[in-house]
């Protein structure tokens, strides 16, 4: 049983590192993907909004597949199609043709994600022990290799298909073949009595969802607006602009691979709160940066506090409910697309009307509110007594929901 578990969870954190990688290509030669397209300005925001609106419907079809279909088969497919739909978006010409590969790739981005971390909370759970973190640490190490062939292939002048092809010839087939060693957890019966659950499930699930929404404002807008902030209003050059976000993305990974001992340490609440309080620290710093090395200085605070509030989120509603994790886990995951949606438009359309080192501090507060929801990732009184994990007790509790 030992091997079987370390093989699933070896295998999982590839399928995270792969992913990692994919939507890092995707999103860092947009620039380029518009040229070939010959998108325009205008019409370019509409493309971008569709992938995670996309993304959300292949989540919510995801929470009624798996009633039926294991998460490790749907994850077991749906990374060979975003994977595909990246070769797609480099492969062809026509205007249509990106439509149709974007679409491919948020609609399959959406159940990827969902039954990845649908996987992770059930291996958790038998594990035992915090180890959400290190599988986000995987897909920050799968983003930082994805952004640096990017800017390799931008660098060489390498056309998109020359840029995506080798990478994808690399990852498919080492996905596929991993995915044979997935684990899943529950049984079919619990899945189907989440959709009993329904509507009370998400109330409950409500504050949680409101967090993960505020971290992923936060991190929209670091992906988004940092090397403009960096440039137009700390000064930078243009090649030091293009540094915080490879700072941001570096912390992560720091950040995840210490979290799960923090978390089995001091216990998930303290964790997300001093991850809250340093993210908005960071926030303040970009907002009163008298320089771009200050500024630099911010964005890697964000790093480290945003990381890992995701993660935690997703362990939290894998405690909430153990008998319906998985349900709890797609509609969770849809708020990840709704805090990109609102991000980066909320933070260029406040610093168009008002001033961009204001608009850092809307993000900021946020990430404070998150505070006040941190009681929702404790693990339950009666199983977990002084709110710590302990040695061999279940992160992901089994039992009653408390409902």
Known sequence: MTDVLRRGRASLAFSFFAQGATFALLVTRIPAIQDRYGVSDGLLPAFLAAVPILAGVGSVTTEHLVKRIRPSVLLRWSQPVVLLALLGVGAGDQLVELAVALGAFGLAVGALDASMNMLGVSLQRTYGRSIMLGFHAAYSLGGIVGASLAWAGAHWHLSLLGSYLPVVLVLLPAAF???????????PDEQRDAAEAGPLVFKLLLPLCLVMTFAY???????????????????????LATVPYNVYMVMTLVGRAAGDFGVRRFGAVAVVRLGAVVAALGFAVVAVAPGAWVGMLGFTLLGLGL????PQTFAAAGRLFPGSSDTAIARLNIFNYVGFLIGSPLVGALGDAWSYRGAMLVPMVLVLVTLGYARSFAPEPDRYGDGHERPRTADVGRGSNGL
């Open 177 to 187: 073949v991993g995915s044979r060693w997935y684990v899943d957890g529950g049984t």
């Open 217 to 239: 404002i936060g991190d929209s807008t670091v992906s988004n607006w940092s090397a403009k902030y960096l440039q137009d209003v700390l000064g930078s050059s243009e090649q």
């Open 307 to 310: 990381c890992v509030i995701v």
